[in-house]
């Protein structure tokens, strides 16, 4: 089985894939990420694991799993990919959105894929039925608009993310002001820029995705296709395509030496 990480600020994700399907999944804290995994992960049934993380130091920080596991890979732009990447400076990409790439070829091979992923930034990344990447956008996520515009005005209040009914669009306080501009902006947002790939691109596919997804989900008009693992599929398709290109070359090998 391959055993998938993806470190963020404040959480680790774990998935474990039999091949490509996922067996299992948990969310743990930084803090106690390492005693947590030991105890409700069987090493014995782990061949390879791919890890993708924020932060640094992350090699140190999970160099504990040489122990268990034979075949661990660091998730990094120069990684050989399932897909040609046609980004002009590929060594400045997140490994994040790459996975994100991949994951959508997975769900939709061979269609004009849109991937968005709605979290501390909202990302749109496309690739199309050839399984060329070529790029797409980054825009400020609903936190971070909340947050800007506390830092930049001298007045307007610091607010949290919260439940927003984007019926009632028409603020009467300085706070539903400012929900409605970045709430349901965020909304019309999104929905503009799908109706701009769609224009682009014959039979797109949009895969909505990321911590801000569930709201997204409900409230955006467009046809969508949501799901909470895209990233973590993605990082499994590529060290799946990876095992797969090292047998390919191993067998080379063993017919040239016989």
Do not use: W
Request: aromatic share 10%; with cysteine; glycine share 6%.
């Amino acid at each position: 089985m391959n055993l998938i990480i993806d470190q963020g600020n404040t959480a680790v994700k774990v998935a474990l894939f039999k091949k490509q399907e996922l067996v299992f999944f948990n969310t743990y804290s930084a803090e106690d990420f390492q005693q947590q995994l030991l105890k409700e992960i069987d090493f014995n049934e782990v061949q390879q694991v791919m890890i993708a993380s924020v932060v640094t130091g992350a090699e140190t920080r999970f160099s504990f799993l040489k122990n268990h596991i034979p075949h661990v890979v660091f998730a990094s732009s120069t990684m050989p990919l399932p897909f040609l990447n046609k980004y002009a400076t590929p060594q400045t990409l997140g490994v994040d959105r790459l996975a994100l790439i991949a994951g959508a070829i997975r769900l939709f091979p061979n269609r004009n894929t849109l991937v968005i992923s709605a979290g501390t930034c909202i990302t749109f990344d496309v690739v199309t039925q050839r399984k060329e990447y070529l790029g797409g956008a980054i825009a400020p996520g609903i936190a971070m608009r909340l947050k800007a515009m506390h830092q930049f005005t001298s007045k307007l209040p610091l607010l949290e993310q919260q439940d927003f009914d984007n019926e009632q669009f028409i603020g009467n306080t300085t706070e539903s002001c400012m929900l409605s501009g970045v709430y349901n902006n965020v909304v019309r947002e999104i929905e503009g820029v799908i109706s701009q790939y769609d224009e682009k691109f014959a039979d797109l596919a949009v895969i909505l995705t990321g911590g801000n997804q569930k709201y997204l989900q409900e409230r955006i008009k467009k046809p969508i296709f949501a799901s909470s693992f895209v990233l973590l599929e993605g990082l499994n398709s590529i060290l799946e395509y990876q095992k797969e290109m090292q047998h390919s070359i191993n067998g080379q090998f063993k017919q040239y030496d016989e």
